[in-house]
Nanobody
Framework: QVQLIESGGGLVQAGGSLRLSCAASGRAFSSYAMGWFRQAPGKEREFVAT????????YYTDSVKGRFTISRDNAKNTVWLQMNSLKPEDTAVYYC???????????????WGQGTQITVSS
């Protein structure tokens, strides 16, 4: 089992940048594919990005391609989401998640963090 704690959320102006961190505790972080999801008010949770166990394969939803970058450091049990050129429509609660197996685009994750709020002002 793995516990996930996100940090780095906040308020930023449109066009700005933020980096989210997700610290994992528990065993075998390097065994999990990791993902970021977000949920805006009144909307369903949506997939944002995922990275495989070794960090050499990533996949993004179309709306964030070229603006967001997911990365990980297995020695630090941490995954990050670098968000650049932020837009008001990126406003949401962002969640970190872990799963066995790398399946780009799936929402079937076993472990979830508590979420961190990102607000992008126009």
């Amino acid at each position: 089992q793995v516990q996930l704690i996100e940090s780095g959320g906040g308020l930023v102006q449109a066009g700005g940048s933020l980096r989210l961190s997700c610290a994992a505790s528990g065993r075998a972080f390097s065994s999990y594919a990791m993902g970021w999801f977000r949920q805006a008010p009144g909307k369903e949770r949506e997939f944002v990005a995922t990275i495989n166990r070794s960090g050499d394969s990533t996949y993004y939803t179309d709306s964030v391609k070229g603006r967001f970058t997911i990365s990980r450091d297995n020695a630090k049990n941490t995954v990050w989401l670098q968000m650049n050129s932020l837009k008001p429509e990126d406003t949401a609660v962002y969640y970190c998640a872990a799963r066995w197996g790398y399946y780009p685009g799936t929402s079937e994750y076993s472990y979830w963090g508590q979420g961190t709020q990102i607000t992008v002002s126009s």
